[in-house]
């Protein structure tokens, strides 16, 4: 038996104040009851597919860089870009490696994510 992607978890400060960030990023609901200790997208929705996202508050902060982090991908880069920093991502880096491009972005905690631009 193998396993499989149940969950992407954050630990921060404010879960609900993250997990409604996340839901706007996604274009999904934020699950009833969300508040400062815990908060998800999906886990009240078992027909989807998709991994639900968890936030759990920790006592510390972040430090350092994600050594994992969600990437998403978007048909016109600038646009999401610019929709996300409207919701409270701040834009940390342009990259271009050979045919692929993306942008880095810190959601309102400060972790990373990319938004990659989907080939033409």
Not at 14 to 27: I, N, R
Not at 28 to 44: M, N, T, V, Y
Not at 94 to 100: N, Q, T
Request: glycine letters at 10%; one cysteine or more.
């Amino acid at each position: 038996m193998t396993s499989r992607l149940f969950a992407v978890t954050f630990d921060c400060a404010d879960a609900a104040e993250l997990g409604a960030f996340w839901a706007q990023a996604l274009g999904r609901e934020l699950d009833p009851g969300a508040d400062p200790a815990f908060a998800s997208i999906g886990l009240q929705d078992p027909g989807r597919t998709d991994p639900r996202w968890y936030f759990a508050q920790v006592p510390e902060g972040k430090t350092a860089k994600n050594r994992m982090h969600p990437d998403l991908i978007a048909g016109d880069l600038e646009a999401e870009v610019e929709r996300l920093t409207g919701l409270g991502a701040s834009r940390k880096a342009d990259v271009e490696m050979g045919s692929v491009r993306w942008t880095t972005l810190l959601d309102p905690e400060g972790n990373e994510f990319d938004v990659i631009a989907e080939p033409a």
